[in-house]
């Protein structure tokens, strides 16, 4: 597939200006930070901005402070995110907090927020576009957070439904899954109307990725060791729990609460077994693939409305991206 | 004294811009960040920012959203340092992340930052002015996030020297105590020699600051609850320590570096008392007081040089500020 080539090519570039923006040393910022961004990350969220750029007509080559910015923003957010939800293991290898201890972790993240507003405000762009792209960067930044908090604060809720997930998703996952593309349409000179329907396409997608994200901790476990049900060890609120907790009988719904408010260390793998039979019991994995389908069908509907005369590309991802994973 | 009402007067200004920033809310993000903010913060640093946007015939209701921003800086900080640093209490209260948890500490530090660059974002000034208000805000984040990547990795090291700790204190301490002034110079369109003058004056009043900081931790405490020693309960590479190691004979090095290893739980009152007796045998408190001195004397000839008529504000302020405490 082409948009694969893409991603390829333009996250080398991406990798070139992060070491710019951050040599690769032995100090304690440095150390931790090229840990974690060297682990295996696809650079896909960047690569879009590039793609974006350029298949409406823009100079990829602008857009790259940006695009790093974005990944920036990805690893920062990861960074601190499984200091908070207690997450031991990214990409297979212990996490940064883990190996470098919270301070550090927490300093290398707040380190990273600033380099990326530092690629955008030293980007060789106009005063306006800069501010614009600031603009989004901070919108994004904020909303994720709100996720974030809104995220971890559900954890083992009775009153979970599927419309606080749809909310947490939009926040959390939507925002800084599709700033890289609005930042790539800006860059390119894009109309308002076309940034709009991006933004469109974006907040179906984030939420469609992550249910698919819940779905493959069921089989094959997100990069935690092999771990199936780490969401499950975690009491995380997943769109199946959404989904189950509003179908279960009383007393299903009362065991499956208790089991997501077990501590980690104590939810054993027959234990996740358990709530995986309680999910297939009220179908919650069929629907939930149903569910992520229909928010692809709304991406794709939104590509149709998006006011350029290049459609394909962004057909192209929004097939690659129902393909993947976060 | 002239200067402390008017710290009074703008301080109010900004409280009222930070309600509009953040409402105050019973959230997961409003509620641990006005429990915080509340805590009595004296809003010395957004009011300098508007006092000398004032004396140098600025308008002060521009620099408002900046000078929120840099009040909104040093409380992010607060907030992830005392997480970092592993301190209970601050002003007097429990810590944030002691009260709320550490993942809402993290979120919320994290979702104040984000609010500052929007006040800047959104400032009533013109494009240029922002971008280069967006500038200092985020060399300021970025060199006060790398000292406290310094500090929290001196922690009981045998080889630190006062040059270490002046270079820690000017990235950690100096930037974000100065960068109100110099934003309120920006905007009212101060010449870049006199910016280049209140940033040396920074570079001297903020280690003049904490050595103050330091000293006082061994009197009166830092707000830990009428705790005094704090620094060498947690082993914080302090001035009095650096200069202490640089004089000490073997046997009491060793024995300094020992205590400040000691876990902060068994480090107790009488060997806190051990090491001061230690500072004091090596006059490490009477040295640290005439550096202090020396680095002040230092703030007043750059005010000297500032390129303005008006010189006498920055005296008050340099007066004001050597008298108090962080």
């Not at 499984?82 to 990409?91: K, L, P, V």
């Not at 940064?96 to 600033?114: C, E, H, Q, R, S």
């Not at 469109?200 to 990725?209: N, Y």
């Not at 996740?272 to 939930?288: G, P, Q």
């Amino acid at each position: 597939m082409e948009i694969e080539e893409s991603l390829k090519k333009y996250g080398k570039g991406i990798d070139e200006h992060l070491k710019k923006l951050f040599p690769v040393r032995d100090d304690y910022l440095s150390e931790p930070i090229w840990y974690h961004m060297d682990t295996g990350g696809k650079r896909m969220r960047p690569a879009l901005c590039l793609i974006v750029c350029e298949a409406l007509g823009g100079n990829p080559d602008e857009a790259v402070p940006f695009a790093a910015a974005v990944e920036i923003l990805h690893n920062m957010f990861l960074m601190h995110d499984d200091i908070e939800d207690g997450d031991t293991m990214r990409r297979d290898k212990p996490a940064v907090w883990v190996k470098y201890g919270t301070a550090n972790a927490i300093n290398a993240g707040d380190y990273l927020l600033g380099r990326a507003y530092r690629s955008i405000l030293d980007g060789n762009l106009p005063q306006g576009k800069r501010l614009r792209l600031l603009d989004i960067f901070t919108l994004t930044y904020e909303k994720t957070v709100e996720g974030q908090a809104l995220d971890i604060n559900w954890r083992g809720s009775t009153k979970f439904t599927i419309e606080d997930y749809l909310r947490t998703v939009e926040l959390k996952t939507a925002y800084y899954l599709t700033c890289g593309m609005v930042g790539g349409a800006v860059i390119a000179g894009a109309s308002d109307g076309a940034i709009d329907k991006i933004w469109e396409l974006g907040k179906s997608m984030g939420p469609a990725f992550q249910i698919r994200d819940d779905l493959i901790d069921l089989t094959v476990g997100k990069g935690r060791g092999g771990v199936i049900g780490s969401d499950i060890k975690e009491g995380k609120p997943s769109f199946l729990y959404a989904y189950t907790l509003s179908k279960a009988g009383a007393a299903d719904k009362e065991r499956l609460v208790e089991i997501m408010l077990k501590p980690r260390e104590s939810t054993s793998a027959s234990v996740v077994d358990e709530v995986i039979k309680l999910y297939k019991k009220y179908d919650a994995i069929n629907y939930s693939q149903r569910f992520a389908e229909g928010l692809v069908e709304k991406a794709f509907k939104a590509i149709e409305e998006i006011p350029v005369e290049n459609k394909a590309t962004f057909r192209e991802i929004a097939q690659f991206m129902a393909q993947r994973t976060a």
